[in-house]
C-alpha cells in the first residue's frame, strides 16, 4: 500500500476517462481468471430454450488425443430402434458409440475437469458417463430430447433426477452436413473443434421443453465425433432454481421429416465470434448476466457492469444514512492513530452479516467472482461517494442485456 504523492501529471488524467490500449474493442467479454487472465468466449444461441456455445474450450490436441484414446477402444454399432414411419430410417441414430466412465481414460478425464472448472453452474458428477458418438457418412442423430421419460427410466430418475442439461463437445468435424440442429427454434450450427455446447431441456418449472428438439443432421462427408455428458438433475439444487424431476410431455418424436432435413442444409445461424453477444456464463446461476470489461490485462483491472440490482443498492444506501462517516485515522505500528494527508475523505467500516442489505451485496460479490475468495477480505469499506459511483442503478436481466445487443429476448 505505498502511497505516491499526487503529481499534475496525475491530475490531469483525473479529468478524463481513459481505458489504456487494451480494452478498446472489448466491450463486453466473458472473463475469468485464477492466477491467470483467460477469457471464455460464450455465445448464448437462445434464450429459451437456454442454450450457449463456448467457444475453444477444449484444447484442439486434447480434442484430438480423447478421439485416439476412443477410438483405441473400438465403438461398437450403436443401434438403437426407434418409433418411426419411414422404413428407409428405420433407426434412431446411426452411429457407432460408447460410454466412457468420466475419469477413466487420462483425456477423458482432463476433458471432464476441464469442463467442470469452466461451468461452474452445472454440478457434472451428476452427469451419465461420456457418451461418445462417431457419425460416419450417413451417420445421423434423429430429431429428439434429451430428457426422459420418467415413466420408462423409472430407475434413473427416480435416483438421479431428469437430465436437466446436455454438455456436448465437439471432438472432430463432418467435411459437410452433420450439424447440430434445433428445428423447432430455427438453429443449426457447426461448432469447432473444441467447441461446447450446453443446454438445458427444462423449463424454468422443471417440465421437459418441447423448443430443445434437436438433431445431428446426415454427415455428408467425413466423420463427426461428439462426447456428451446428460447431466442430472439431483444435486444441482444449490445453483439451478429448478432441479424438479419434471414431466415429461414430448416423448417420442423421433423421425427426420422433410423440413427438418432442409434445415440441415442450411447453416443458418453464422456462428462466427462476435463480441457483442459475449456474456458471462457463470451468471446462469442466478440468470443474470454480467459485463466485464478488462480496463487492463497486466495488471488485471476489470469492471463489473451492472453487478447489483437497483433493490440492493437502494437499499444499501438505505443502511449508509444511518451510518456515522468520519475522517478515518490510519494506525500506526505503534498503535498510534493518525489523519493522513493521502486521503480526504469520510468513511466507516462495517461488518456485512450484521446488515442483510450489506449482506446481499456481500453474497452476490461472492458468487459472481468466484475466482476471489472475498471471505478473506477486510469488511466493507464504505463512502457515501465509491457507494454511488461503482454501483449504476440498473437492473440487467438476461432479457434487457440481449435486447441492449440487438437480440430478441
Ligand atoms: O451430435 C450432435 O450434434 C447431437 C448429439 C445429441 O443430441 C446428444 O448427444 O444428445
Ligand atoms: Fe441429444
Known amino acids: 500500500d505505498e502511497v505516491i504523492e499526487f503529481n499534475e501529471k496525475i491530475w490531469e488524467k483525473c479529468g478524463k476517462e481513459l481505458r489504456g490500449d487494451s480494452g478498446?474493442?472489448?466491450?463486453?467479454?466473458?472473463?475469468?481468471?485464477?492466477?491467470?487472465?483467460?477469457?471464455?468466449?460464450?455465445?448464448?444461441?437462445?434464450?429459451?430454450?437456454?442454450?450457449?456455445?463456448?467457444?475453444?474450450?477444449?484444447?484442439?490436441?486434447?480434442?484430438?488425443?480423447?478421439?485416439?484414446?476412443?477410438?483405441?477402444?473400438?465403438?461398437?454399432?450403436?443401434?438403437?430402434?426407434?418409433?418411426?414411419?419411414?422404413?428407409?430410417?428405420?433407426?434412431?441414430?446411426?452411429?457407432?458409440?460408447?460410454?466412457?466412465?468420466?475419469?477413466?481414460?487420462?483425456?477423458?478425464?482432463?476433458?471432464?475437469?476441464?469442463?467442470?472448472v469452466n461451468i461452474r453452474a452445472l454440478d457434472l458428477s451428476t452427469a451419465e458417463p461420456w457418451q461418445i458418438l462417431s457419425y460416419n457418412s450417413e451417420g445421423y442423430y434423429a430429431p429428439h430430447y434429451d430428457f426422459l421419460n420418467p415413466e420408462t427410466n423409472k430407475v434413473l430418475v427416480e435416483s438421479r433426477g431428469n437430465r436437466i442439461a446436455t454438455v456436448l463437445v465437439i471432438l472432430q468435424i463432418a467435411k459437410k452436413g452433420g450439424t447440430t440442429v434445433f428445428p423447432k427454434i430455427n438453429i443449426n450450427i457447426r461448432p469447432k473443434i473444441g467447441d461446447v455446447v450446453v443446454w438445458l431441456?427444462?423449463?424454468?418449472?422443471?417440465?421437459s421443453d418441447s423448443q430443445t428438439l434437436h438433431a445431428a443432421c446426415p454427415i455428408k462427408e467425413g466423420t463427426k465425433i461428439g462426447a456428451t455428458l446428460w447431466v442430472h438433475a439431483n444435486g444441482q439444487e444449490f445453483s439451478l432454481p429448478y432441479t424438479s424431476n419434471g414431466k415429461d410431455s414430448f416423448e417420442g418424436e423421433e423421425y427426420w421429416d422433410e423440413q427438418y432435413l432442409d434445415l440441415c442444409d442450411n447453416v443458418a445461424k453464422d456462428t462466427t465470434w462476435q463480441w457483442r453477444r459475449a456474456v458471462c456464463f457463470e451468471y446462469l446461476i442466478s440468470f443474470q448476466a454480467v459485463k466485464v470489461e478488462v480496463i487492463s490485462w497486466s495488471p488485471g483491472l476489470v469492471i463489473y457492469r451492472d453487478m447489483f440490482t437497483k433493490k440492493q443498492v437502494l437499499d444499501y444506501i438505505e443502511i449508509m444514512k444511518h451510518q456515522d462517516f468520519e475522517e478515518q485515522q490510519v494506525v500506526n505500528d505503534d498503535g498510534t492513530e493518525y489523519y493522513s494527508k493521502y486521503r480526504k475523505a469520510n468513511g466507516t467500516q462495517i461488518i456485512a452479516p450484521d446488515f442483510p442489505a450489506a449482506l446481499s451485496i456481500w453474497k452476490t460479490v461472492k458468487i459472481l467472482i468466484p475466482t476471489l475468495n472475498i471471505e478473506s477480505s477486510e469488511d466493507i469499506v464504505a463512502s457515501p461517494t465509491s457507494v454511488v459511483v461503482t454501483m449504476p442503478p440498473t437492473m440487467t436481466s438476461w432479457s434487457t442485456l440481449l435486447k441492449k445487443n440487438g437480440m430478441a429476448g
Open 24 to 116: 478498446k474493442d472489448v466491450n463486453l467479454v466473458c472473463f475469468r481468471s485464477s492466477k491467470h487472465l483467460l477469457i471464455q468466449k460464450v455465445e448464448i444461441l437462445s434464450l429459451r430454450p437456454f442454450i450457449l456455445q463456448y467457444h475453444n474450450m477444449v484444447h484442439r490436441r486434447l480434442a484430438k488425443r480423447s478421439v485416439l484414446e476412443a477410438e483405441a477402444l473400438q465403438l461398437e454399432q450403436l443401434r438403437i430402434s426407434g418409433k418411426t414411419e419411414t422404413p428407409e430410417k428405420s433407426q434412431v441414430r446411426a452411429a457407432n458409440g460408447t460410454w466412457l466412465i468420466h475419469t477413466k481414460r487420462p483425456n477423458f478425464a482432463r476433458m471432464f475437469w476441464n469442463l467442470q
Open 201 to 207: 431441456n427444462t423449463v424454468p418449472d422443471g417440465e
